[in-house]
């Protein structure tokens, strides 16, 4: 997102995906140096010069797989270039994984000869559906938009970024409860094993979260606590 990126990190959004895809071939080749003791990088948009502080290879030094998150299909497609995961965002339903993200990576993969990478898709776990239509409060934003677009929720999509954009966010939390939450990556503490058999079929990994906005941190912890204890039982 590049209001994101800029505003908030402080760093330049003009070519994301050369960017995405130059920083991705940097770490790889940071890696490279620390197995033989030397090496540099020279791309694009990054020059590392000096990876390793101290001489002698560590040729043990492990080959980590990397992830690349995204949500629109070219930085996907990025992913698919270069990446060993794809860490697919919550604000997905099952079509857009299925129609779009995967697609998206199939077609990087095959421009580079590389596997396509694995999708992880993070759900988020809450007690209620309140905590999880508040959470997904956070997440619609206009670069994410094309989620609701592709399912034919656009008008919805106005009418929630239009409550955001005023500060109505109450009234923006009502709207995804009743018309999009059914649809996108989360679940109950209660349905936890029929959402985990859901997503299941979407993604290759999945990762458990919980709500994080508006939750005090001794509230996340019991959540997570009693999330794990869900868990024991499937």
Partial sequence: ?????????????????????????????CFKAYREGHGRYEGEHYRIRQPVFMPGADADWPEPPVYVAGVNP????????????????????????????RPALATGAARTGRPVP????????APTREMLARQMTTYTVPGYRRVLDHSGLSGEADAILGALAERRRSDAQRLIGENVLDLLAVVTIDDLAAGVARWAAHADRLALSVPWYGIPDGEQVAIFRRLLSELKGL
């Fill in 118 to 125: 694995l999708i992880l898709l993070s759900i988020v776990v």
């Fill in 74 to 101: 070219v930085m996907t497609a990025i992913a698919g270039e270069c990446a060993d995961g794809f860490a697919a965002h919550m604000f997905s339903t099952e079509a857009y994984l299925d129609e779009v993200i």
């Fill in 1 to 29: 997102v590049k209001g994101t990126l800029e505003n908030r990190f402080g760093v330049s959004a003009e070519h994301p995906g050369p960017m995405l895809r130059d920083y991705v071939n940097a770490v790889r080749a």
